[in-house]
Each structure stands twice: as C-alpha cells, then as structure tokens.
C-alpha cells in the first residue's frame, strides 16, 4: 500500500535525523559509549532513555489497540522465546558492534552522507543478511521440522494478514 | 569508571532519543510494526513481495536524513575510525548476528525495551555486554586505536 511507504518513508526521515542529532551515527561517538574502561561517553544511555520514554507509551496505546490508527492490522512480534539462538545473535552483532562503532540505524544513515567507510560497512552486512538467509533455507530443505517453523515467521503472517478484510484480524494482539 | 564530562552530550543525546522514539511510535501507531532496521533492510532478502515497498521508503529515509538535515544545519562530525578491513569483517558479523538473534539495536534496544519485552532486554543486554567487551579487547588488551 502506497500509504504505508509514505509513513514508513517519514518515519526513517525522523529516525535518522534522531540519529544525526544525538551523534549516534558516528561510529566514534558510539564506541565511547562501549569503552567503559577508557574515558566513557554514557551520551547512548540518554539516547535509548529518550527513545524508550516515548516508545513506552506508544507501545502500551499500540498494545491496547486490535488496529492501527488508520484502521488496519497491527503487526506485532509474536516470538517470546530467549533461546540459545537468541543470545548467539546478539554476541555475534554485538562483536561486530563493537568492531565498528556502527549498527544497522546509523550505518544506513551515515551511507547517505556519501561515506566509503559505510558504504563498505553497509555491503557487507547485507552480504551478512544474504548469508543468514541461504543459511536458513538450506537447513529449511534438509528438515520439514524446520521448514514449517522458518515459513511460520511473522513476515509471512503479516503477507496474509494484509490480504484479510480490516476487522478479521482481531486476535492480531491481545 | 572514568566518565568524559568533554564528551558527554546529553542535550542533544536526550533530543535525538525522543525523535528516534517519536520515529518509533508514527511506525506502530500507522503502520503497526517495530522500527527494528535489522528486520526492515533484511526482510528485502526474502520473497515477500508486497513488503517491498514501505521497506525501501524506509531505509530512503535514513538515506536522506542527512542531506535534508545538512542543508539547513551543520552535520555533526562523522567519525569512522576502524580500517576497511575491520569494517567489512564487522559488517558481515552485524548482518548474520542481527538477523539470528532477531534484531539490532532499534528492534530490540528501543521498540522491544518499550513494549517491555523480556526476549528485547536479554538480547540488548547481550548485544551491549559483548561490544562493551569487544572495545576492551581492542583498545586496551590489543592496545589498538585510542
């Protein structure tokens, strides 16, 4: 739907203009932040700080709510679980984090200033994304298990639930 | 624990945060989805297509972000210190470990801590213990950089 693009396209606009503001695009900002033994630059702590202060209330209208506020189908996370894949992830991405200063928020903006240095970074973590996903479809075809749990993510849940009638979605969450 | 008063940017820290949460609530209001970047860029590389759209207006946003803000504005200084190398072998960590453990700092970090999330607070806190580490290693035991 075009109207989702252009609410999508406004939000990366203040996100990434959030991210500008607060410095967090800058790699080397960022990595002040994780130097805790070096002279530590807390100024990420006030970024999430702010960013969840507004996003708790959002989230507790959003959670009490069975539609958007244009009248179609929320598409929450559905997965509750903090298993060992979970942890794994994160280690892996805060590694890489800590490496580069930057995640996937800033790298994005900062290739728009026209950066090298993010354009390589941002190449290859989608070569990273690509990775993942043909490592995933490989174990999908090796076992059925798998497979049904793979295709049962919430994108493929979000393509039907866009197609259903606004209304028919009202366990969408509870 | 030695703080850099120098460095310390609240005010503008406390600014950017309440856009980015801003951001974050027109994205699940309207659209009812997490802002999570990680899922957003890696979602492109399935075949889903009626997802296409909205993703790639999304990441524009970022993209645009700073020329639109540095037309009217200074740019804050963007400062990427670690060699290409370094970035490439990090980038390839960040895509794979974002996409397995289900996402990044905006996902988890930002949306997930707001809607209260265990599975978000144990991820963040992860993701942040091991960059907090992996700068220590770096900087203090490799003595690399400054």
């Known amino acids: 739907m075009a109207m989702y693009a252009v609410y999508a396209f406004v939000t990366g606009l203040i996100f990434g203009i959030g991210l500008i503001i ?33 996003g708790i209330v959002a989230f507790a209208i959003a959670g009490r709510r069975k539609t958007t506020l244009i009248g179609t189908p929320m598409h929450m996370p559905t997965a509750r679980d903090i298993d060992l894949r979970l942890i794994l992830g994160s ?15 800033p790298a ?53 639930a866009t197609h259903k009638p606004r209304g028919s979605h009202a ?3 509870g | 624990m030695n703080i850099d008063w120098t460095a310390f940017t609240p005010w503008t820290a406390l600014a950017g945060g309440i856009l980015i949460g801003i951001a974050a609530a027109i994205f699940v209001l309207v659209n009812g ?3 999570g970047v990680s899922g957003i860029i890696g979602g492109l590389l399935r075949p889903s297509l009626p997802d296409v759209g909205w993703r790639l207006a999304f990441i524009a946003g970022l993209i645009i972000a700073p020329s639109l803000y540095g037309a009217f504005v200074y740019l804050p200084t963007l400062k990427i210190d670690p060699s290409d190398a370094t970035l490439i072998a990090a980038g390839l960590l960040v895509g794979i470990g974002t996409r397995y453990g289900g996402g990044c700092t905006s996902g988890h970090g930002v949306c997930g801590i707001s809607r209260l999330s265990p599975r978000a607070l144990v991820a963040t806190v992860a993701f942040i213990a ?17």
């Open chain 2, 33 to 35: 989805r997490i802002a």
């Open chain 1, 171 to 173: 366990k969408g969450r």
């Open chain 2, 130 to 146: 091991t960059g907090m580490a992996t700068v220590y290693v770096v900087r203090h035991l490799l003595g690399a950089g400054a």
């Open chain 1, 22 to 54: 607060s410095e967090m695009y800058s790699p080397a900002k960022v990595q002040g932040f994780l130097d805790v033994a070096g002279k530590w630059d807390p100024s990420l702590l006030v970024v999430m700080g702010g960013a969840v202060a507004v």
């Open chain 1, 91 to 105: 280690v892996v991405f805060g590694i890489g984090w800590g490496l580069a200063g930057f995640c996937p928020g």
């Open chain 1, 108 to 160: 994005v903006v900062a290739l728009g200033t026209g950066h090298v240095k993010a354009f390589l970074f941002v190449v290859a973590m989608i070569a990273g994304m690509g990775i993942f996903e043909l490592i995933e479809r490989r174990r999908a075809g090796a076992k059925p298990d798998v497979a049904a749990r793979t295709h049962d993510t919430p994108e493929r849940h979000r393509a039907h």
